[in-house]
């Protein structure tokens, strides 16, 4: 990819400097090249792949004049210096920092079908049906994975007993699983976020094969190769990573896992949820189908909702989950000035064996 701004790639790296100009010349704490390359490289799938984030860095670098003095002139922008603050003046350098940057990742569309804790490949597929029939007649534009969509339970911490489906049979489950999803929404924008079962992946890496995981990581990034090995690119699925925040117009979105545990309340998970966001978000993660509103002192209305799941009910470590646990997922729709509207629905399986939303 060479250093042209007469190319697409440079014409974008050039609009994307523009526009975090401001980050990037931040004296507290500037936004790191690399992580700016990661930014484009996610929004642009049409156009970049994960392998292209160091390609795309050396353009930025080309740009802010960092890559040569004969290419200083083609600088679009000052670089912030390396060392500053008090310290620089007693002659120190303050380390250098590996703290990241959290920004949302603001998905497109305005009619959302959201689905979470489908657990792969122990799923209800009556009731992921039931859900997709529902949005398919709400002319969703969008469908939104969030998370827990595979279980990877062979690669958890927990002790495994029985003979169940291993990592690989999981995979090539998830494949089909997406594969038959875009199927059933050809036009859509589709997403996948990851949860705290997807991050089993992550973590088994660089705990059992960690020069394995370096290598990896080096190749893919920080998904160690996860969306490559479920082939979201070749069905046009975006990833999205473990703990990344989702604003839908003004509304939050989370898997849920990402404040730590499940989120405990006497009442229900939603009223949880609210306790510690202070502010309108949507999750999945407690199986559990809530909803808790407030308002605040300048008469805003705050309400969280938690998604029921599509995997079974009544799994073998938790065989009266039934209890609290339910079926369900939700659909969103977003207005123009980012307000919106949450359908967050039940399913219910009759005495005939038939699904139904509620």
């Known amino acids: 990819m060479a250093a042209n701004e007469s190319t697409p790639e440079g014409e974008l790296v050039k609009k994307y400097i523009e526009k975090y100009l401001d980050d990037l010349n931040d004296k507290a704490e500037p936004l790191g090249k690399k992580t700016l390359a990661r930014i484009i490289v996610r929004d642009n799938p049409d156009l970049f792949t994960e392998n292209d984030v160091d390609n795309v860095r050396t353009l930025i670098r080309y740009y802010t004049g960092q890559s040569g003095e004969k290419r200083r002139k083609n600088k679009i922008i000052d670089a912030p210096p390396a060392d500053r603050g008090a310290a620089q003046k007693r ?9 990241r940057r959290h920004k949302p990742f603001e998905i497109e569309g305005k009619r959302i079908g959201i689905i979470s804790d489908v657990h792969i490949p122990y799923h209800d597929p009556a009731a992921i049906c039931a859900a997709l029939d529902y949005f398919q007649k709400k002319e969703v534009d969008t469908i939104l994975m969030n998370g827990d969509i595979l279980d990877f339970w062979k690669i958890s911490r927990f002790l495994k007993k029985g003979n169940k489906p291993d990592l690989v049979e999981e995979i090539e489950a998830g494949r089909e699983f997406l594969e038959w999803l875009r199927w059933q929404f050809p036009e859509a924008r589709i997403y996948y976020k990851l949860g705290n079962h997807e991050a089993r992946w992550e973590l088994y890496l660089w705990e059992k ?25 070749e069905h046009g699925i975006t990833y999205i990573p473990d703990n990344q925040q989702i604003k839908a117009g003004k509304l939050n979105i989370i898997h849920g896992h990402e404040f730590g545990g499940s989120f405990f309340n006497p009442v229900n998970a939603a009223r949880g949820l609210f306790m510690r966001a202070k502010a ?14 407030e308002g605040n002192i300048n008469g805003d209305a705050i309400a969280c909702w938690s998604t029921g799941c599509l995997c ?12 609290k646990w339910n ?8 207005y123009e000035d980012g307000s919106f509207m949450v359908d967050n629905f039940r399913i219910i399986e009759d005495a005939d064996g038939l699904y139904s939303i509620r």
């Open 209 to 233: 094969a960690g020069e394995m995981a370096k290598a990896l990581e080096m190749e893919f990034g920080q998904s160690l190769g996860f969306a490559q090995f479920l082939h979201l690119e």
């Open 312 to 323: 079974e009910l009544a799994p073998e470590y938790r065989p009266f989950a039934f209890t």
């Open 91 to 99: 002659g120190k350098s303050i380390p250098e920092s590996h703290a």
């Open 280 to 293: 309108s978000v949507l999750a999945g993660h407690n199986h559990q189908t809530s909803e808790h509103q």
């Open 327 to 334: 079926l369900g997922a939700a659909w969103v729709e977003v």
